[in-house]
């Protein structure tokens, strides 16, 4: 393909003398003759020098004579787009419906709906145009799906979920098992029936072996767009709003709701029934238990605003040296024989339980 | 139904003149007209003044003139009695072996088992009586199940795992996978044979997508009527006792013992061989390194006893100001000139490795 | 088996005046007569005296009249040996093609593999000699297994992926799961493709409902002899060197490279584009945020070097002790009133927003 058609599909602008031939397309460190690449992060530009790509995608402010350009103000996205060019989406299954499925009469199948081996699709479901169901995938009773769907193998959509269009559903992905909700009795947990439903609107992807649970009464929400990576958990009642991204092994306890544009970065724990504003930016591992206003930036467990969180773990890297001066006053003020029988060693050595252990 | 009749149902004390028709059930804050719902914990108390619930399941210390009430110790339990009057339990697979099931010829069923399509049933397995395997399920090899247990879809039981009476399995959950235990011999790991097995006593309930593995030798066992939630790890020879509370996320390290009773919060962490007492509470996002006694509430990573983790949190929170206090104690005995000299600038800015990105 | 066979077996040496018979094999704790034990950590060899074991394996170091021993150096590996010789290996399925089963037509088959029920092969997918797919395994387009590898059930292995020779792979396990990484444009984020693969070499242990996502381009690999604990998030384009050893609920972000014999413990969290030399060792719960050196042992969220971190640790446990002294020191200074004027006791309850609550 040629550089000048590769600007003409990203909606860019060619910068270079020549119109180069383009066979392919990878990372900056990993290209090759006649690659095409990319620069979006400014201190990744020094690698420009180095790169053997025939080209690259950079943004209007990156200079570099003597390599092919294509300029665009998101090179990331209009890479984004070359790659979709060269590859084209594989698809687990085809159109049509595998001899060894298995489809409840009543279920409603759309225009080429694809249904894998194994796959199973129960009473009273939905699913719409072009949608695809991998192999040994479970579609619930009354299950509604729209179109454009691709739900991977060995996913369980439990009875009365609601998937919108295009949304992507990664391997051994639960969407809709019980709620945890108990009351004790008599020393004993009595399950709290757990009779709502959960709702993914439209263009959410949700990644492998992620667990959303039902709402107790009502609906568990994951707004439109909203992505969520591998391993994470959303219980009942949860309500998550637009465009928000949820990194892996995040848990969002009952309940609590997370507005638009909203990051979670990776072993993110929030308690139940908090308010997470729009925008808000939570640091990775961070524990919340606070409502949060739209826009903040928080960090650490129990998370605080970033920069109060940097600047406490600065202070507390270096609490060796501090104490040091606090003996110091300690000794020039009461001297010697007071500062030492104020150490408190038996303490410190009892206060020392981590261990470095793999299991 | 008539409120009089589920006063009686829960057994309960109707607190109002008419007798109202109840339609539904619904949380305070979504009830409508016709609805019943309750209130057990005292600070939602005020929302009564503006539902549109028709009546309410409220404790023997509520008063509310205006609004039908029913009075139970337990209103939380007594709601969940009436839920389960309006939602009859939905199950994933009716009685009678699906035609796409597998089920080895030797296998025992009872009466009204229930085996969905590409449900496993393997060689020497005993399924007791109205046991329910759905979809994509897997019955290894000499595995036992007692009476009334719900295997939600795509779920592993391993060969030789045990499970009691009333269990219910959700989707993804993986029982009696290998104990993760290699010797390591000229560098090289090789793996100790994990031989022993698990068992789950009656009345327990796993969520989706949890782990629990199988005993190296002898077994893991969950003790009757505890709890577990999503994505929770069990490590080989874990033992846990009756009617405890582990929430999402949780990894239990190998041979370490819980309780009876013992609630451990979201993402918590226990390493291996610990003891932990009955009643035991541990916070969210805690790592417990030592043995617990009884009751002890802890926090933190490492987890401290709560009063004393609280005051430390307290204390960190408010340390730029201490350090400061520090600075001004060392300017009034050494000067301003030494004050100067200590400060460790270097240190500080090199120290805050935090980035929040959201991968 | 006679004692004299089991010292010839590991390849140790018979400590013993008599020549017993083992019937079994168990943990010291649980030893009955008949049984073969071991002791290989130094603080368990008090055990020896209470044990009803009819001999153990021990290093050649421990001394113990009185029982039949059989030293080795390395008595951990040694027992290994003894248990596979007491229980042969159980494997989920037997060779051949389960009539259930569903496989391409263009797949290729090695000797005696064996394939469950419901399990999927997929075209162009090549399957080495005597390897084992159990059911409902899911075997995507043109992965490629080497031989004597064993898939528990419900596993899924994405398209291409490619694994070697006597890899296990736990049921619930994703491999090769889509990467998480998308563009933002005009406020939406649109997916870039993950066109890339995962590399799983020889003698690699994957645990249960484990996710490991395929590069965006070029390659995510998992090196030779690496163990993988369960509920371990493996992000694209992330490389593990060779026999190291990841714990459960580990989460590795996107690039980062993890060098040999390494040791990430439980619920460790590592951010992206990081580098971890060789040999590191990375203490339960810690979170990693910078490159780690050949050898490094780091304790803490943020990781510090183990002695560092846990001097910090017994200082923060002081903390409150620490606090009174200040201000001892304010009131021998500024008297006092000055000190009291001092005191921040709002900000100090306004900071413990822990809670203990289970959800």
Same mark, same amino acid.
């Given at each position: 393909?040629?550089?000048?058609?590769?600007?003409?599909?990203?909606?860019?602008?060619?910068?270079?003398?020549?119109?180069?031939?383009?066979?392919?397309?990878?990372?900056?460190?990993?290209?090759?003759?006649?690659?095409? /690449?990319?620069?979006?992060?400014?201190?990744?530009?020094?690698?420009?020098?180095?790169?053997?790509?025939?080209?690259?995608? @950079?943004?209007?402010?990156?200079?570099?004579?003597?390599?092919?350009?294509?300029?665009?103000?998101?090179?990331?996205?209009? &890479?984004?787009?070359?790659?979709?060019?060269?590859?084209?989406?594989?698809?687990?299954?085809?159109?049509?419906?595998?001899?060894?499925?298995?489809?409840?009469?009543?279920?409603?199948?759309?225009?080429?709906?694809?249904?894998?081996? &194994?796959?199973?699709?129960?009473?009273?479901? #939905?699913?719409?145009?072009?949608?695809?169901?991998?192999?040994?995938?479970?579609?619930?009773?009354?299950?509604?799906?729209?179109?454009?769907?691709?739900?991977?193998?060995?996913? /369980?959509?439990?009875?009365?979920?609601?998937?919108? *269009?295009?949304?992507?559903?990664?391997?051994?992905?639960?969407?809709?098992? $019980?709620?945890?909700?108990?009351?004790?009795?008599?020393?004993?947990?009595?399950? +709290?029936?757990?009779?709502? /439903?959960?709702?993914?609107?439209?263009?959410?992807?949700?990644?492998? *072996?992620?667990?959303?649970? !039902?709402?107790?009464?009502?609906?568990? !929400? +994951?707004?439109?767009? /909203?992505? +969520? $990576?591998?391993?994470?958990? +959303?219980?009942?009642?949860?309500?998550?709003?637009?465009?928000?991204?949820?990194?892996?092994?995040?848990?969002?306890?009952?309940?609590?709701?997370?507005? #638009?544009?909203?990051?979670?970065?990776?072993? @993110?724990?929030?308690?139940?029934?908090?308010?997470?504003?729009?925008?808000?930016?939570?640091?990775?591992?961070?524990?919340?238990?606070?409502?949060?206003?739209?826009?903040?930036?928080?960090?650490?467990?129990?998370?605080?605003?970033?920069?109060?969180?940097?600047?406490?773990?600065?202070?507390?890297?270096?609490?060796?040296?501090?104490?040091?001066?606090?003996?110091?006053?300690?000794?020039?003020?009461?001297?010697? #024989?007071?500062?030492?029988?104020?150490?408190?060693?038996?303490?410190?050595?009892?206060?020392?339980?981590?261990?470095?252990?793999? #299991?």
């Amino acid at each position: 393909m040629k550089l000048s058609e590769i600007a003409r599909l990203v909606g860019g602008e060619l910068a270079a003398a020549g119109d180069l031939e383009i066979t392919g397309v990878a990372p900056i460190g990993q290209a090759g003759p006649g690659d095409l /690449t990319f620069v979006a992060n400014p201190r990744y530009r020094p690698l420009l020098k180095s790169t053997k790509a025939a080209a690259a995608v @950079v943004d209007n402010q990156t200079e570099f004579p003597g390599l092919a350009l294509v300029r665009h103000p998101n090179p990331y996205y209009a &890479f984004l787009l070359v790659i979709r060019h060269f590859h084209p989406e594989e698809r687990p299954v085809a159109a049509g419906i595998h001899p060894q499925a298995f489809v409840a009469p009543d279920a409603l199948l759309g225009k080429e709906v694809g249904l894998g081996p &194994f796959s199973v699709v129960e009473s009273g479901a #939905k699913i719409g145009d072009r949608t695809l169901i991998a192999a040994g995938s479970y579609v619930g009773r009354e299950v509604e799906i729209g179109a454009d769907c691709l739900i991977y193998p060995n996913v /369980t959509l439990r009875e009365r979920v609601w998937l919108g *269009n295009r949304v992507v559903v990664h391997s051994g992905t639960v969407v809709g098992s $019980d709620g945890f909700g108990y009351a004790k009795e008599k020393g004993v947990y009595h399950k +709290i029936p757990q009779v709502g /439903t959960v709702v993914i609107e439209d263009d959410v992807e949700l990644g492998a *072996n992620v667990a959303i649970d !039902r709402a107790t009464m009502g609906e568990t !929400r +994951i707004g439109k767009g /909203t992505k +969520i $990576d591998n391993l994470v958990q +959303i219980a009942h009642n949860v309500k998550i709003g637009e465009n928000s991204i949820i990194v892996s092994q995040v848990g969002i306890s009952g309940s609590t709701e997370v507005g #638009k544009n909203v990051t979670l970065a990776g072993q @993110v724990g929030l308690t139940g029934h908090l308010h997470i504003g729009d925008g808000v930016i939570v640091a990775a591992q961070s524990g919340v238990h606070r409502d949060l206003k739209p826009g903040q930036i928080v960090l650490g467990s129990p998370a605080r605003d970033l920069q109060k969180s940097k600047k406490i773990e600065a202070i507390i890297s270096n609490l060796p040296e501090y104490i040091e001066k606090l003996k110091k006053l300690e000794r020039a003020i009461f001297g010697n #024989k007071h500062a030492e029988a104020s150490k408190t060693p038996a303490a410190i050595s009892s206060e020392t339980p981590e261990e470095v252990e793999a #299991k």
